[in-house]
Protein backbone atom coordinates (compact mmCIF):
# COMPACT_ATOMS: atom_id res chain seq x y z
CA UNK A 1 0.00 0.00 0.00
CA UNK A 2 1.59 3.22 -1.76
CA UNK A 3 1.59 5.80 1.28
CA UNK A 4 2.16 9.54 -0.23
CA UNK A 5 4.25 10.42 -2.68
CA UNK A 6 5.46 13.38 -3.53
CA UNK A 7 7.28 14.88 -7.19
CA UNK A 8 10.26 15.90 -7.52
CA UNK A 9 11.89 15.52 -4.07
CA UNK A 10 13.92 19.12 -4.75
CA UNK A 11 13.75 22.16 -6.74
CA UNK A 12 16.41 24.84 -7.49
CA UNK A 13 14.56 27.21 -9.13
CA UNK A 14 15.15 31.52 -9.49
CA UNK A 15 13.50 34.59 -8.34
CA UNK A 16 10.24 35.32 -10.24
CA UNK A 17 9.89 31.75 -11.87
CA UNK A 18 7.35 28.98 -11.45
CA UNK A 19 6.64 25.81 -10.11
CA UNK A 20 4.46 22.99 -9.81
CA UNK A 21 5.18 20.26 -6.90
CA UNK A 22 2.84 17.58 -7.21
CA UNK A 23 0.77 15.06 -4.78
CA UNK A 24 -0.62 11.48 -4.48
CA UNK A 25 -2.63 10.59 -1.63
CA UNK A 26 -2.61 7.45 0.08
CA UNK A 27 -4.71 4.52 -0.87
CA UNK A 28 -8.23 5.40 -0.11
CA UNK A 29 -7.81 9.00 0.88
CA UNK A 30 -9.86 11.60 -1.46
CA UNK A 31 -8.41 14.90 0.86
CA UNK A 32 -5.08 16.65 0.18
CA UNK A 33 -3.43 19.49 2.31
CA UNK A 34 -0.74 21.34 1.50
CA UNK A 35 2.14 22.86 4.18
CA UNK A 36 5.20 24.82 4.08
CA UNK A 37 7.94 24.09 6.51
CA UNK A 38 10.51 26.83 7.28
CA UNK A 39 13.27 25.59 8.43
CA UNK A 40 13.26 25.00 12.05
CA UNK A 41 9.43 25.76 11.86
CA UNK A 42 6.47 23.74 12.03
CA UNK A 43 4.22 23.15 9.07
CA UNK A 44 2.29 26.03 7.78
CA UNK A 45 -0.98 25.21 6.19
CA UNK A 46 -1.41 26.52 2.65
CA UNK A 47 -4.69 24.67 1.42
CA UNK A 48 -6.35 21.51 1.00
CA UNK A 49 -8.15 20.44 -1.48
CA UNK A 50 -11.55 17.84 -1.10
CA UNK A 51 -13.98 16.92 -4.45
CA UNK A 52 -11.85 18.82 -6.40
CA UNK A 53 -12.74 22.11 -4.56
CA UNK A 54 -10.32 24.08 -2.51
CA UNK A 55 -12.02 23.69 0.84
CA UNK A 56 -10.50 25.75 3.14
CA UNK A 57 -7.25 28.40 2.70
CA UNK A 58 -4.48 29.18 5.18
CA UNK A 59 -2.68 32.90 5.02
CA UNK A 60 -1.05 32.55 1.83
CA UNK A 61 -1.39 34.94 -1.17
CA UNK A 62 -3.07 34.32 -4.18
CA UNK A 63 0.43 33.51 -5.93
CA UNK A 64 -0.06 29.88 -3.99
CA UNK A 65 -2.84 27.94 -6.20
CA UNK A 66 -3.31 24.48 -6.42
CA UNK A 67 -5.73 22.03 -8.16
CA UNK A 68 -7.14 18.76 -7.28
CA UNK A 69 -7.81 15.85 -10.23
CA UNK A 70 -10.44 13.04 -9.77
CA UNK A 71 -8.05 10.39 -8.76
CA UNK A 72 -7.72 12.74 -5.70
CA UNK A 73 -3.83 13.57 -6.56
CA UNK A 74 -2.90 17.49 -6.40
CA UNK A 75 -0.50 19.53 -7.60
CA UNK A 76 0.86 22.85 -6.30
CA UNK A 77 1.66 25.52 -8.07
CA UNK A 78 3.85 28.87 -7.10
CA UNK A 79 3.91 32.08 -9.45
CA UNK A 80 6.35 34.31 -9.23
CA UNK A 81 8.71 32.86 -6.98
CA UNK A 82 10.22 34.80 -4.11
CA UNK A 83 13.29 33.97 -1.93
CA UNK A 84 10.93 33.44 0.92
CA UNK A 85 9.18 30.78 -1.00
CA UNK A 86 12.25 28.78 -0.22
CA UNK A 87 11.13 25.82 1.72
CA UNK A 88 10.12 22.00 2.25
CA UNK A 89 6.27 21.85 0.40
CA UNK A 90 4.77 19.45 1.99
CA UNK A 91 1.83 17.60 1.18
CA UNK A 92 -0.46 15.45 3.55
CA UNK A 93 -3.77 13.46 3.28
CA UNK A 94 -6.78 12.23 5.03
CA UNK A 95 -10.39 10.97 4.39
CA UNK A 96 -13.03 13.08 4.48
CA UNK A 97 -13.36 15.68 7.08
CA UNK A 98 -11.26 13.56 9.53
CA UNK A 99 -8.01 15.22 9.65
CA UNK A 100 -7.30 14.26 13.14
CA UNK A 101 -4.82 11.58 11.39
CA UNK A 102 -2.46 12.72 8.45
CA UNK A 103 -0.72 10.80 6.44
CA UNK A 104 2.24 13.53 5.37
CA UNK A 105 4.54 12.58 2.06
CA UNK A 106 8.78 13.45 2.18
CA UNK A 107 8.06 16.69 0.74
CA UNK A 108 9.64 18.67 -1.59
CA UNK A 109 12.39 20.88 -1.07
CA UNK A 110 12.29 23.70 -2.95
CA UNK A 111 15.38 26.35 -3.54
CA UNK A 112 14.67 30.06 -4.67
CA UNK A 113 18.02 31.58 -5.48
CA UNK B 1 -5.74 34.32 15.70
CA UNK B 2 -4.16 31.27 16.86
CA UNK B 3 -0.84 30.17 18.80
CA UNK B 4 0.72 27.31 19.83
CA UNK B 5 3.81 27.21 22.61
CA UNK B 6 5.84 24.48 22.68
CA UNK B 7 9.75 24.24 24.03
CA UNK B 8 12.66 24.32 21.89
CA UNK B 9 14.77 21.92 23.04
CA UNK B 10 14.57 19.00 25.41
CA UNK B 11 17.09 16.71 26.09
CA UNK B 12 17.25 13.45 28.61
CA UNK B 13 19.18 10.04 28.32
CA UNK B 14 18.15 6.34 27.06
CA UNK B 15 15.68 4.92 29.13
CA UNK B 16 14.26 7.63 30.76
CA UNK B 17 10.89 9.36 30.47
CA UNK B 18 10.47 12.67 29.07
CA UNK B 19 7.18 15.10 28.99
CA UNK B 20 6.63 17.72 26.03
CA UNK B 21 4.12 20.70 26.91
CA UNK B 22 2.18 22.65 24.84
CA UNK B 23 -0.07 25.48 25.60
CA UNK B 24 -1.87 26.90 22.88
CA UNK B 25 -4.71 29.54 21.85
CA UNK B 26 -7.26 29.23 19.46
CA UNK B 27 -11.03 29.78 18.27
CA UNK B 28 -13.06 26.60 17.12
CA UNK B 29 -11.06 23.65 18.64
CA UNK B 30 -11.77 20.45 17.79
CA UNK B 31 -8.39 18.07 18.90
CA UNK B 32 -4.71 18.33 19.54
CA UNK B 33 -2.59 16.48 17.58
CA UNK B 34 0.83 15.29 18.05
CA UNK B 35 3.68 14.24 15.07
CA UNK B 36 7.04 13.54 15.22
CA UNK B 37 9.39 14.24 12.58
CA UNK B 38 13.21 13.01 11.91
CA UNK B 39 15.80 15.24 9.96
CA UNK B 40 14.68 15.17 6.17
CA UNK B 41 12.06 12.92 7.01
CA UNK B 42 7.99 12.97 6.85
CA UNK B 43 6.03 14.39 9.74
CA UNK B 44 4.29 11.16 10.97
CA UNK B 45 1.06 10.85 13.47
CA UNK B 46 1.75 9.84 17.11
CA UNK B 47 -1.18 10.52 18.95
CA UNK B 48 -4.69 13.00 19.07
CA UNK B 49 -6.80 13.99 21.48
CA UNK B 50 -10.47 15.56 21.41
CA UNK B 51 -11.63 15.05 24.80
CA UNK B 52 -9.87 15.64 28.34
CA UNK B 53 -7.52 13.23 29.35
CA UNK B 54 -4.71 10.86 28.72
CA UNK B 55 -4.50 8.55 25.60
CA UNK B 56 -1.65 5.82 25.46
CA UNK B 57 0.06 4.11 22.52
CA UNK B 58 2.62 2.11 23.42
CA UNK B 59 5.18 3.91 24.94
CA UNK B 60 3.88 7.33 24.11
CA UNK B 61 1.35 9.18 25.71
CA UNK B 62 -1.14 12.22 24.73
CA UNK B 63 -2.39 14.20 27.55
CA UNK B 64 -5.22 17.19 27.50
CA UNK B 65 -6.90 19.61 29.03
CA UNK B 66 -9.44 21.69 27.25
CA UNK B 67 -10.12 24.07 29.79
CA UNK B 68 -6.63 25.10 30.40
CA UNK B 69 -6.03 24.71 26.58
CA UNK B 70 -2.72 22.42 27.50
CA UNK B 71 -1.51 19.40 26.92
CA UNK B 72 1.50 17.06 26.66
CA UNK B 73 3.29 14.06 25.11
CA UNK B 74 5.15 11.69 27.65
CA UNK B 75 7.57 8.95 26.12
CA UNK B 76 8.94 6.55 27.98
CA UNK B 77 11.56 4.47 28.18
CA UNK B 78 13.38 6.67 25.67
CA UNK B 79 15.66 5.20 22.91
CA UNK B 80 17.89 6.81 20.53
CA UNK B 81 15.59 6.01 17.42
CA UNK B 82 13.47 9.05 19.52
CA UNK B 83 15.41 11.68 18.71
CA UNK B 84 13.37 13.57 16.66
CA UNK B 85 11.32 16.75 16.26
CA UNK B 86 7.93 17.06 18.21
CA UNK B 87 4.97 18.86 16.97
CA UNK B 88 1.61 19.92 19.15
CA UNK B 89 -1.09 20.70 16.65
CA UNK B 90 -4.76 22.16 17.34
CA UNK B 91 -7.10 21.03 14.74
CA UNK B 92 -9.28 24.47 13.97
CA UNK B 93 -12.44 25.21 11.21
CA UNK B 94 -14.33 23.82 8.59
CA UNK B 95 -11.73 21.91 7.46
CA UNK B 96 -10.35 21.31 10.79
CA UNK B 97 -6.93 22.52 9.35
CA UNK B 98 -3.99 21.69 11.79
CA UNK B 99 -2.21 24.77 13.67
CA UNK B 100 1.17 23.50 14.16
CA UNK B 101 3.61 24.81 16.76
CA UNK B 102 7.25 25.69 16.03
CA UNK B 103 8.10 21.95 17.60
CA UNK B 104 10.69 20.93 20.16
CA UNK B 105 13.97 19.31 19.29
CA UNK B 106 14.39 16.00 21.58
CA UNK B 107 17.46 14.69 21.62
CA UNK B 108 18.45 11.70 23.71
CA UNK B 109 21.56 10.37 24.98
CA UNK B 110 23.30 7.17 25.37
Known amino acids: DAGVTQSPTHLIKTRGQQVTLRCSPK?????VSWYQQALGQGPQFIFQ???????QRGNFPDRFSGHQFPNYSSELNVNALLLGDSALYLC????????????FGSGTQLSVL | GQSLEQPSEVTAVEGAIVQINCTYQ??????LSWYQQHDGGAPTFLSY????GLEETGRFSSFLSRSDSYGYLLLQELQMKDSASYFC???????????FGSGTQLTVLP
Open chain 2, 49 to 52: NALD
Open chain 2, 89 to 99: AVGRGSARQLT
Open chain 1, 49 to 55: YYEEEER
Open chain 2, 26 to 31: TSGFYG
Open chain 1, 27 to 31: SGHDT
Open chain 1, 92 to 103: ASSFGRSNEKLF
